[in-house]
T-cell receptor
Framework: NAGVTQTPKFRILKIGQSMTLQCTQDMNHNYMYWYRQDPGMGLKLIYYSVGAGITDKGEVPNGYNVSRSTTEDFPLRLELAAPSQTSVYFC????????????FGPGTRLTVL | RKEVEQDPGPFNVPEGATVAFNCTYSNSASQSFFWYRQDCRKEPKLLMSVYSSGNEDGRFTAQLNRASQYISLLIRDSKLSDSATYLC???????????FGAGTRLFVKA
């Protein structure tokens, strides 16, 4: 049981390039999340999903897109990378219910130059 | 006003000290509350849930005051290994949307 896995661990992009951050969970949790964390700051919600085929915007969705075709996978797409998107990206999964905890992946460190 | 606010610290304490962190939240409809721990350059991990009656897990005690919209975390007999950032976390009704505080940094020194 690997929990939540993310790839790649590190990536350097040039301005204007695009990429997809992968996130997979093997816990069969319906809720999944993407966060970004800038240095010395808290986590900001980018997008979330309450089940396959359902996604919604979080606090900072601009410049990103997501899809949720299966319960397991929740990829995050950056179409035109900008230096402001330099950050650490965390994916998380959670069971339904108020009291359940979120389980995080190890993160992807992205630098846009 | 931020939805979840914490004192960013840092708190610098000697080993064996007792330290308390506070957190306030703005949405009175919030349903569930947690403290997470985040080590440097690592992902956040659940430390403990917070219940209205207060709850304790070893050296850690969490309290919730719904009337004041206030959450606290008390760490007794601090260890070097407690050095981390502590995140206050609030779930909305339904549990699908989670708001993280910016975190309070703790340094425990020998």
């Amino acid at each position: 049981n690997a929990g939540v896995t993310q790839t790649p661990k590190f990536r350097i992009l040039k301005i204007g390039q695009s990429m997809t951050l992968q996130c997979t969970q093997d816990m069969n949790h319906n809720y999944m999340y993407w966060y970004r964390q800038d240095p010395g700051m808290g986590l900001k919600l980018i997008y979330y999903s309450v089940g396959a085929g359902i996604t919604d915007k979080g606090e900072v969705p601009n410049g990103y897109n997501v899809s949720r075709s299966t319960t397991e996978d929740f990829p995050l797409r950056l179409e035109l990378a900008a230096p402001s998107q330099t950050s650490v990206y965390f994916c998380a999964a959670k069971e339904e219910g108020d009291s359940d905890t979120q389980y995080f992946g190890p993160g992807t460190r992205l630098t846009v130059l | 006003r931020k939805e979840v606010e914490q004192d960013p610290g840092p708190f610098n304490v000697p080993e064996g000290a007792t330290v308390a962190f506070n957190c306030t939240y703005s949405n009175s409809a919030s349903q569930s509350f947690f403290w997470y721990r985040q080590d440097c350059r690592k992902e956040p991990k659940l430390l403990m849930s917070v219940y209205s009656s207060g709850n304790e897990d070893g050296r850690f005690t969490a309290q919730l005051n719904r009337a004041s919209q206030y959450i606290s975390l008390l760490i007794r007999d601090s260890k070097l290994s407690d050095s981390a950032t502590y995140l206050c976390v609030v779930n909305n009704a339904g549990g699908f949307k989670t708001i993280f505080g910016a975190g309070t940094r703790l340094f425990v020194k020998a």
